[in-house]
T-cell receptor, first 118, second 114 residues
């Protein structure tokens, strides 16, 4: 089966510019996550979707970050305006947590978008 | 507070040797799950192994096994017969809560020497 697709692979912008990332999860996966991974750290959850509804966005800096998942499939994550500290890898993951025994369901990750803010 | 600790920032291991990557966790929930993921330089997180808190036996997946010591709150990953392709970052993560979110450790960088 096709994996989680993300684009672009790399992005370099100047501070105060805007940027958008795109994610296409594995077909049929109802749950989609966006993570921010700063160099040398583990991933940090930004937002979790179940179908097209937001489950948790408590760690999303809502003054500059926004995310949507229209029609419960693809998702976009936007940063506007970007700051230097937003330099990180942005990982998208999906899972089929609606299955019975979903607590054992693993997350499938895309290759990520490496963002550099100059 | 729920937390995952990986105390080894980096490790060098000779090819074909076994390696143990440490992971300790802190939670008061009786039900939780522990995952190990591998992240090669390409960036993609790759699932390796899962252990549920109520599982009676330690999990195994091919060359990977999990040394789960519930009383000590540790879930160490053991890689047998290491290969050059095992060189990567390794992350321990704990699933918790009704939304099944993952809490991640800081990772261990494993380098396999030929």
């Amino acid at each position: 089966e096709a994996g989680v697709a993300q684009s672009p692979r790399y992005k370099i912008i100047e501070k105060r510019q805007s940027v958008a990332f795109w994610c296409n999860p594995i077909s049929g996966h109802a749950t989609l996550y966006w993570y921010q991974q700063i160099l040398g750290q583990g991933p940090k959850l930004l937002i979790q979707f179940q179908n097209n509804g937001v489950v948790d966005d408590s760690q999303l800096p809502k003054d500059r970050f926004s995310a949507e998942r229209l029609k419960g499939v693809d998702s976009t994550l936007k940063i506007q305006p970007a700051k230097l500290e937003d330099s990180a890898v942005y990982l998208c993951a999906s899972s089929s947590l609606t299955k019975k025994g979903g607590e054992r369901e693993k997350l499938f990750f895309g290759s990520g978008t490496q963002l550099s803010v100059l | 507070a729920q937390k995952i600790t990986q105390t080894q920032p980096g490790m060098f291991v000779q090819e074909k040797e076994a390696v143990t990557l440490d992971c300790t966790y802190d939670t008061s929930d009786p039900s939780y799950g522990l995952f190990w993921y591998k992240q090669p330089s390409s960036g993609e997180m790759i699932f390796l192994i899962y252990q549920g808190s109520y599982d009676q036996q330690n999990a195994t997946e091919g060359r990977y096994s999990l040394n789960f010591q519930k009383a000590r709150k540790s879930a160490n990953l053991v890689i047998s017969a290491s290969q050059l392709g095992d060189s990567a970052m390794y992350f321990c993560a704990m699933r918790r809560g009704s939304n099944y979110q993952l809490i991640w450790g800081a990772g261990t960088k494993l380098i396999i020497k030929p």
